[in-house]
């Protein structure tokens, strides 16, 4: 997530002494949604802040819980804590319910734990998950093939171990992400990280969760903040209103007063995707060749990702037949309720690169270069084993 960086100075509103528990705390609400914030050692730690804040803005009026993990840097160094948003005093305030210490938020250990943590304590109906950390998609952390450099040179310079929840040097890969989740959980999983929106990702997810809301491109700072006080209502509604959330933040990057008006979104039906894999599954097998990658598809990453993930859509339709590309229109339309995109992403300058098509989801050609990130597309990722195994 990458812009000119400004700092603002934002009252918390964390009232760290309050602890609360006990049986009042038990009563299931209608919806509990958790947001799960890892900002500490990769630059993010004012940003969740600053979103915290907007969340709490956003709880007015709503019917619900909003519990909120959030791992980041204070005056006294790093640390993790389980917040509740709670009415006092006629206002929302962040109260503590569990202080961690310092701690991993990449690990999948700790994702479960807090998972854990927020469900029993605000037991609802149903459930939603808010993401926000650096993300890549399903990309395995640390690949040394993106540019040559070493594992620490890569978190330091280019963000290429990131996956997706990123803490210092560690990262933690999509798989484990989507191991650590049970069964059903969610209702719907929003990702305020960059390039989630990859048929890699959401099909390793499509277990998880009903409804996945996700970016295929980068996701400027400073995200959803200012959307959340409007426009986190739209979560708690009876049938969660994704697109309503994805309109607000497209209609932010439109008018970015920072100049920086780029943008993606789209919502994945995961009740669909089995039969998008299924399309898609005869033309890539059939696809003679060593290296997979085409240099005019419409692509959705920059710099040194600008060969990993492309336009699903555009990427099948050179080489599938007429019969399987009209399999895989259908099974997108079907899959992908909502989509929207802004005309570019980027400047020029910054490798930017306008959108002339957009099916709504990226995914991994499999560049003749990248041998080791090829061989764990193909074995270590569900999409992989259930395409190319026997």
Same mark, same amino acid.
């Given at each position: 997530?990458?812009?000119? *960086?400004?700092? *603002?100075?934002?009252?918390?509103?964390? &009232?760290?002494?309050?602890?609360?528990?006990?049986?009042?705390?038990?009563?299931?609400s209608k919806r509990t949604v958790i947001a799960y914030?890892?900002?500490?050692?990769?630059?993010?730690?004012?940003?969740?802040?600053?979103?915290?804040?907007?969340?709490?803005?956003?709880?007015?009026?709503?019917?619900?819980?909003?519990?909120?993990?959030?791992?980041?840097?204070?005056?006294?160094?790093?640390?993790?804590?389980?917040?509740?948003?709670?009415?006092?005093?006629?206002?929302?305030?962040?109260?503590?319910?569990?202080?961690?210490?310092?701690?991993?938020?990449?690990?999948?250990?700790?994702?479960?734990?807090?998972?854990?943590?927020?469900?029993?304590?605000?037991?609802?109906?149903?459930?939603?998950?808010?993401?926000?950390?650096?993300?890549?998609?399903?990309?395995?952390?640390?690949?040394?093939?993106?540019?040559?450099?070493?594992?620490?040179?890569?978190?330091?310079?280019?963000?290429?171990?990131?996956?997706?929840?990123?803490?210092?040097?560690?990262?933690?890969?999509?798989?484990?992400?989507?191991?650590?989740?049970?069964?059903?959980?969610?209702?719907?999983?929003?990702?305020?990280?960059?390039?989630?929106?990859?048929?890699?990702?959401?099909?390793? *997810?499509?277990?998880?969760?009903?409804?996945?809301?996700?970016?295929?491109?980068?996701?400027?700072?400073?995200?959803?903040?200012?959307?959340?006080?409007?426009?986190?209502?739209?979560?708690?509604?009876?049938?969660?209103?994704?697109?309503?959330?994805?309109?607000?933040?497209?209609?932010?990057?439109?008018?970015?007063?920072?100049?920086?008006?780029?943008?993606?979104?789209? *919502?994945?039906?995961?009740?669909?995707?089995?039969?998008?894999?299924?399309?898609?599954?005869?033309?890539?097998?059939?696809?003679?060749?060593?290296?997979?990658?085409?240099?005019?598809?419409?692509?959705?990453?920059?710099?040194?990702?600008?060969?990993?993930?492309?336009? &699903?859509?555009?990427?099948?339709?050179?080489?599938?037949?007429?019969?399987? &590309?009209?399999?895989?229109?259908?099974?997108?339309?079907?899959?992908?309720?909502?989509?929207?995109?802004?005309?570019?992403?980027?400047?020029?300058?910054?490798?930017?690169?306008?959108?002339?098509?957009?099916?709504?989801?990226?995914?991994?050609?499999?560049?003749?270069?990248?041998?080791?990130?090829?061989?764990?597309?193909?074995?270590?990722?569900?999409?992989?084993?259930?395409?190319?195994?026997?």
């Amino acid at each position: 997530m990458k812009k000119l *960086l400004y700092l *603002l100075l934002i009252s918390a509103a964390i &009232l760290p002494g309050c602890k609360k528990s006990g049986p009042e705390e038990r009563v299931k609400s209608k919806r509990t949604v958790i947001a799960y914030m890892g900002g500490d050692g990769n630059g993010l730690s004012s940003e969740t802040t600053e979103k915290l804040n907007a969340m709490l803005s956003g709880m007015s009026g709503v019917d619900g819980k909003l519990l909120i993990y959030r791992d980041y840097v204070s005056s006294s160094g790093n640390k993790a804590a389980l917040y509740s948003a709670e009415l006092i005093d006629g206002r929302y305030r962040a109260v503590t319910v569990k202080d961690y210490g310092s701690e991993n938020s990449a690990s999948p250990d700790v994702f479960a734990r807090s998972i854990k943590d927020a469900i029993d304590y605000a037991p609802a109906e149903s459930y939603g998950l808010l993401v926000f950390s650096h993300g890549s998609g399903w990309l395995p952390a640390n690949q040394n093939e993106l540019n040559g450099r070493t594992a620490r040179e890569h978190t330091l310079h280019t963000g290429v171990g990131r996956s997706i929840i990123q803490d210092g040097y560690s990262s933690m890969e999509t798989a484990d992400f989507a191991a650590a989740i049970p069964e059903g959980t969610f209702d719907f999983i929003v990702f305020e990280a960059c390039l989630m929106g990859d048929i890699e990702s959401i099909y390793e *997810l499509s277990d998880k969760a009903r409804y996945i809301l996700a970016s295929v491109t980068e996701i400027y700072s400073p995200g959803f903040r200012d959307i959340y006080p409007g426009s986190l209502r739209y979560l708690y509604r009876e049938n969660p209103d994704l697109e309503a959330f994805g309109r607000a933040y497209m209609n932010l990057c439109r008018n970015d007063k920072d100049g920086y008006t780029y943008g993606t979104i789209s *919502l994945y039906d995961c009740a669909k995707i089995q039969p998008l894999v299924d399309a898609v599954r005869a033309p890539l097998r059939g696809r003679a060749t060593a290296d997979g990658y085409i240099a005019d598809v419409q692509r959705f990453g920059r710099y040194q990702y600008r060969k990993c993930f492309l336009d &699903l859509q555009d990427y099948i339709s050179r080489f599938a037949t007429p019969e399987e &590309l009209a399999a895989v229109n259908k099974a997108l339309a079907d899959a992908i309720p909502y989509k929207e995109t802004t005309e570019a992403f980027g400047p020029v300058k910054d490798d930017g690169f306008d959108i002339n098509t957009y099916c709504g989801i990226a995914i991994y050609p499999e560049p003749g270069e990248y041998a080791g990130i090829n061989k764990v597309h193909r074995t270590g990722t569900r999409f992989g084993r259930y395409v190319w195994g026997d």
